[in-house]
């Protein structure tokens, strides 16, 4: 590894508070990333207009290279060099790269891409990311093949593959999100399930608002969706075909139901349940709909999460006396508390990387979103508003979203994302007005 690409190393450790972070390249080349004082100073990329190799695709090719752009400068970690800053393009997808005009324009990374349309509605879209400085490509040149229908998705899989390589880490642009989309006075709010690309494109809503729903969450293959909804007259949890927009009741219990999360391997579901005015936890099965009580303490315990090996479920619980964070046997058992700081905390979700919980936490009349180690070690509150809530992890556990409310009578949710050092906050604004956000995994 060169001196440089240590460098570049030490900014994504620095960013992303981690040891060991490395930069995915297969020809080392002079990554120069300056830190001053904390301050992150995003790498410089170009992406010069996309070749069109067929007619048709005109149109597209600007647009797909307009989502690769907003999805890499989206990250913080990385800065676009705009059209009228470049000297030259890229007129042919196969030329020799003019590498002396990129590095006046003080490019580091370049990304080339072509894209042509074929009978039937086929969409071709090729990519290759270069060092500009070591004048050398990083890895190869990659082919995507789908539909100018998904033409959105296949500029993600672009951003995904040119992030992964330039950071070491897995991506998260090719991903769902499925939330509480909300419209209305604030004392008569109409909620509806409602699904989304990352970004807030490709909004959908899945179900009416005749009913008050709460708390989607995504199943593991991102096939399914559980969430808390109403209809009854009281809350229960039920199950959604996302390819069928079917649903039913998830399990016969009686008194209320709420807030399910699937386990790892989409086999169990564990929810809280209220029964003779005391709630607690319970696991229930997919396929046989036993249910089995996980909790007995005399308090409310709610908001369950599994760990991602399937052995552990983080939770909230008052047994203390107020809300505060515990973990839990997947079997139930003793539980160890986790929060111990001031204030408040609840809606513990389990990172996909297994080392962090994050949380929302109340103190002082003011709302945090955190994220603490499993070991209740190094605590960081990473938002404070007049209302966070409800943190969702992306598939490679850098970024939460989440929902922010504004106070007043007109207040309204929007969701937010954050990444776990607390940069980069910013409102996904397409979304419109939203809450309870779950996130899906990276999608094949």
Same mark, same amino acid.
């Given at each position: 590894m060169?001196?440089?690409?240590?460098?570049f #190393?030490?900014?994504?450790?620095?960013?992303?508070?981690l040891?060991?972070?490395h930069v995915?390249?297969?020809?080392?080349?002079?990554?120069?990333?300056?830190?001053t004082?904390?301050v992150?100073?995003?790498m410089p990329f170009?992406?010069?207009?996309?070749? /069109?190799?067929t007619v048709?695709a005109?149109?597209l090719?600007?647009?797909?290279?307009?989502?690769?752009?907003?999805?890499?400068?989206?990250?913080?970690?990385?800065?676009?060099i705009?059209?009228?800053?470049q000297i030259?393009?890229?007129?042919?997808?196969?030329?020799?790269i003019?590498?002396?005009?990129w590095?006046?324009?003080?490019?580091?990374?370049?990304?080339?891409?072509?894209?042509s349309t074929?009978?039937?509605?086929?969409?071709?879209?090729?990519?290759?990311?270069?060092d500009?400085?070591a004048?050398a490509?990083?890895?190869e040149g990659l082919?995507?093949?789908?539909?100018?229908?998904?033409?959105?998705?296949?500029?993600?899989?672009? /951003?995904?593959a040119?992030y992964?390589?330039?950071t070491?880490?897995? /991506?998260?642009?090719d991903?769902k999100?499925v939330f509480?989309?909300e419209?209305g006075?604030?004392n008569?709010?109409?909620?509806?399930?409602?699904?989304?690309?990352?970004?807030?494109?490709?909004?959908?809503?899945?179900?009416?608002?005749?009913?008050?729903?709460?708390?989607?969450r995504?199943?593991?293959?991102?096939?399914?969706?559980l969430?808390?909804?109403y209809?009854t007259?009281?809350?229960?949890?039920?199950?959604?075909d996302?390819?069928?927009?079917?649903?039913k009741?998830l399990?016969e219990?009686?008194?209320?139901?709420?807030?399910p999360?699937?386990?790892?391997d989409?086999q169990?579901?564990?929810?809280?349940? #209220?029964?003779?005015?005391?709630?607690?936890i319970y696991?229930?099965?997919?396929?046989?709909?036993q249910?089995?009580?996980?909790?007995?303490?005399?308090?409310?315990?709610? /908001?369950p999460s599994?760990?991602p090996?399937?052995?552990?479920?983080?939770f909230?619980s008052d047994?203390?006396?107020?809300?505060?964070?515990?973990?839990?046997?997947a079997s139930?058992?003793e539980?160890?508390?986790?929060s111990?700081?001031?204030?408040r905390?609840?809606?513990?979700?389990?990172?996909?990387?297994?080392?962090l919980?994050?949380?929302?936490?109340?103190?002082?009349?003011?709302?945090?979103?955190g994220?603490i180690?499993?070991?209740? #070690?190094?605590?960081?509150?990473?938002?404070s508003?007049?209302?966070?809530?409800?943190?969702?992890?992306?598939?490679?556990?850098?970024v939460?979203?989440?929902?922010?409310?504004?106070?007043?009578?007109?207040?309204?949710?929007?969701?937010?994302?954050?990444?776990?050092?607390?940069r980069?906050?910013?409102?996904v604004?397409?979304a419109?007005?939203g809450?309870d956000?779950?996130?899906s995994?990276l999608r094949?």
């Amino acid at each position: 590894m060169t001196v440089s690409q240590k460098a570049f #190393s030490l900014f994504l450790a620095a960013f992303f508070g981690l040891a060991g972070f490395h930069v995915s390249a297969q020809t080392p080349g002079p990554l120069k990333i300056e830190i001053t004082e904390g301050v992150i100073e995003p790498m410089p990329f170009a992406v010069p207009a996309f070749v /069109a190799e067929t007619v048709s695709a005109k149109d597209l090719s600007e647009d797909l290279a307009a989502v690769v752009i907003a999805d890499l400068v989206g990250t913080g970690l990385f800065r676009d060099i705009p059209r009228n800053a470049q000297i030259s393009g890229i007129s042919n997808f196969d030329s020799p790269i003019q590498f002396s005009d990129w590095k006046a324009v003080n490019a580091q990374a370049l990304i080339t891409g072509a894209v042509s349309t074929q009978s039937g509605g086929q969409l071709v879209v090729k990519f290759r990311l270069f060092d500009v400085f070591a004048q050398a490509p990083l890895g190869e040149g990659l082919r995507f093949v789908g539909t100018t229908q998904d033409w959105r998705r296949m500029a993600h899989k672009v /951003a995904d593959a040119v992030y992964a390589r330039l950071t070491g880490e897995s /991506a998260y642009f090719d991903s769902k999100v499925v939330f509480v989309s909300e419209s209305g006075p604030k004392n008569a709010r109409n909620k509806r399930l409602a699904i989304m690309d990352y970004d807030g494109a490709n909004l959908q809503n899945l179900t009416d608002d005749r009913s008050i729903v709460l708390a989607p969450r995504f199943s593991p293959d991102a096939t399914k969706v559980l969430y808390t909804s109403y209809e009854t007259g009281s809350p229960r949890a039920f199950l959604l075909d996302l390819s069928t927009l079917k649903r039913k009741a998830l399990a016969e219990l009686p008194g209320m139901s709420f807030a399910p999360r699937f386990s790892p391997d989409g086999q169990n579901v564990v929810m809280s349940a #209220s029964l003779s005015g005391n709630t607690d936890i319970y696991m229930v099965n997919l396929q046989s709909l036993q249910a089995t009580r996980l909790t007995t303490a005399p308090s409310i315990e709610t /908001a369950p999460s599994f760990s991602p090996d399937s052995q552990q479920i983080v939770f909230e619980s008052d047994r203390s006396g107020n809300q505060q964070i515990y973990v839990m046997p997947a079997s139930g058992g003793e539980a160890r508390r986790l929060s111990f700081g001031e204030g408040r905390y609840g809606t513990p979700v389990w990172s996909p990387r297994g080392d962090l919980v994050a949380f929302t936490k109340i103190n002082q009349g003011r709302f945090h979103i955190g994220v603490i180690r499993l070991d209740g #070690s190094e605590e960081r509150l990473l938002t404070s508003s007049f209302l966070d809530e409800g943190p969702t992890w992306s598939p490679n556990g850098r970024v939460l979203m989440f929902f922010r409310e504004t106070p007043g009578a007109n207040g309204a949710p929007s969701l937010y994302s954050v990444d776990i050092t607390g940069r980069n906050l910013k409102k996904v604004s397409a979304a419109g007005n939203g809450s309870d956000p779950s996130w899906s995994r990276l999608r094949e």
